[in-house]
T-cell receptor, first 117, second 112 residues
Framework: GAGVSQSPSNKVTEKGKDVELRCDPISGHTALYWYRQSLGQGLEFLIYFQGNSAPDKSGLPSDRFSAERTGGSVSTLTIQRTQQEDSAVYLC???????????????FGSGTRLTVV | SQQGEEDPQALSIQEGENATMNCSYKTSINNLQWYRQNSGRGLVHLILIRSNEREKHSGRLRVTLDTSKKSSSLLITASRAADTASYFCATGTSGSARQLTFGSGTQLTVLP
């Protein structure tokens, strides 16, 4: 597609429920990144994919968080048993490649605003 | 952990004035990028400067990089009300990490 698409744009869920966030990157972009941003804060790195593999999962805050990417395209970020501290904007970005981290600028989606009540 | 730290945290100027934001980082970098964010949603890539470059221009934007001081600055000339946004620097390293590390941002307000 023309840009990075994320869905849903907003999600309100009850504490303890599971949520699934979706990211559809720019066609042909091999690298895909997930970040989250709490209100008024910077971006916290979660995970990145090169193709379908995730060489770096170090940013996932707990084992309740998982992510996958299939067909080198769409990625889903799943949060199980959500907690109130999971409330944030979850941002997805894609780039042409890593080629030495950040050689290419990122294209971000508009994010999913997750609210856990 | 935060690699880039922006300064100031908030900046308010009059339309037509220049705005300067600074970014400091801690480790060696491959490149440094600046992004803009409106309304807490997606970020827009503005400019990328490589570690062997000292200055780069794009329209009303001017970015400098001083690797000896581990710092960068973003200058927006002749600011407009539409430039009101948060601005983030992000660093890329040549190590095993393949993701950009973002700072905490500068909130710029341009008053009409």
């Amino acid at each position: 597609g023309a840009g990075v698409s994320q869905s849903p744009s907003n999600k309100v869920t009850e504490k303890g429920k599971d949520v699934e966030l979706r990211c559809d990157p720019i066609s042909g972009h091999t690298a895909l990144y997930w970040y989250r941003q709490s209100l008024g804060q910077g971006l916290e790195f979660l995970i990145y994919f090169q193709g379908n593999s995730a060489p770096d999962k170090s940013g996932l805050p707990s084992d309740r968080f998982s992510a996958e990417r299939t067909g080198g395209s769409v990625s889903t970020l799943t949060i199980q048993r959500t907690q109130q501290e999971d409330s944030a904007v979850y941002l997805c970005a894609s780039s042409q490649g890593t080629g030495g981290a950040g050689r290419y600028g990122y294209t971000f989606g508009s994010g999913t605003r997750l609210t856990v009540v | 952990s935060q690699q880039g730290e922006e300064d100031p945290q908030a900046l308010s100027i009059q339309e037509g004035e220049n705005a300067t934001m600074n970014c400091s980082y801690k480790t060696s970098i491959n490149n440094l990028q600046w992004y803009r964010q409106n309304s807490g949603r997606g970020l827009v890539h503005l400019i990328l400067i490589r570690s062997n470059e000292r200055e780069k221009h794009s329209g009303r934007l001017r970015v400098t990089l001083d690797t000896s001081k581990k710092s960068s600055s973003l200058l927006i000339t002749a600011s407009r009300a539409a430039d009101t946004a948060s601005y983030f620097c992000a660093t890329g390293t040549s190590g095993s990490a393949r993701q950009l590390t973002f700072g905490s941002g500068t909130q710029l307000t341009v008053l009409p």
